[in-house]
């Protein structure tokens, strides 16, 4: 399996759990306000400290992003792109959003694929305080009020990442995995750990060194971004079909390949038993 030499010493602790009650919330994104705004200013409503979101169908203008890409030096083994910001409305197909704290603020982390205006599908990684909603969309978060997740320096990394921490009581399981490992044995490790045998995958994003799909193709960018589309455990065994974005902005999907897609930076994983 590919693996990359992070900049720091590994952490002993490959993946991180907390589990809580799940609350779903279905919510609107109001026009005029930022991504952030739209997002963060109802889950604060609600009381959540922390939550997974998915979206669709939502018009941004403006609209930045930036695209995952080669370090500058050492300090690093991937980074991003300069800001892009294409102009007029940019169509989102899917974004999925961690919700957490930075600097005692509400943030969030979020991914997405999206039509822009020119035709051209593509994806990344979206800067929620540059991007406004044209119109109203609608969202869907599974939100906790017993786990928090909150932007810390990660040493092994040396990126500044959400890192859950709270209860260990509870249904649902927030989790992060970290890099090297490989995403679909850590989401069996994460329900096997747990006693839990069937789930669905809400939301959820992160990064992968690459990708290997079922169905034969991938990705050789070693930097990509990543959401979830859809994904579960049943009988214990993991499945994730994933949109897979990589160092062009061009859009890979599919269901992954156990034992062959590696975690780059973070991962982001829900799990909530059914």
């Excluded at 990359?4 to 799940?22: M, V």
């Excluded at 959003?97 to 822009?116: L, M, Q």
């Excluded at 599908?121 to 009020?145: C, M, N, Q, Y």
Aim: charged share 20%.
């Amino acid at each position: 399996m590919r693996s990359l030499r992070q900049p720091g010493p590994p952490h002993p602790n490959r993946i991180d759990c907390f589990r809580g009650e799940a609350v779903t919330l279905h919510f609107n994104l109001e026009p005029g306000l930022t991504l952030n705004e739209a997002i963060t200013g109802p889950l604060l409503k609600a009381g959540f400290q922390s939550a997974t979101v998915t979206l669709k169908d939502a018009d941004l203008n403006p609209f930045r992003y930036v695209m995952p890409g080669p370090a500058d030096d050492e300090s690093h083994v991937a980074y991003f792109t300069a800001p892009l910001a294409p102009e007029g409305t940019t169509r989102i197909e899917q974004a999925n959003a961690t919700f957490g704290w930075a600097d005692g603020k509400p943030f969030i982390h979020c991914h997405a694929v999206w039509i822009e205006p020119d035709g051209r599908r593509r994806g990344g990684h979206i800067l929620p305080k540059d991007a406004v909603l044209g119109s109203r969309a609608e969202a869907t978060a599974w939100g906790f009020h017993t786990i928090r997740i909150e932007a810390t320096p990660d040493p092994e990394t040396n990126f500044t990442l959400f890192q859950p921490s709270g209860t260990s009581t509870g249904q649902a399981i927030v989790a992060r995995i970290k890099p090297n490992e490989d995403a679909l044995t850590a989401l069996e490790t994460i329900a096997r750990t747990h006693g839990v045998r069937n789930a669905e995958v809400r939301g959820s994003l992160g990064s992968l060194i690459g990708a290997r799909f079922n169905h034969g193709s991938g990705v050789d960018d070693h930097a990509t971004e990543v959401l979830v589309r859809q994904g579960h455990i049943r009988d214990g065994i993991a499945a994730l079909d994933m949109l897979v974005v990589d160092m062009k902005g061009e859009v890979h999907e599919g269901w992954l390949r156990k034992g062959e897609n590696p975690v780059l930076i973070t991962f982001d994983i829900v799990l909530e038993p059914v």
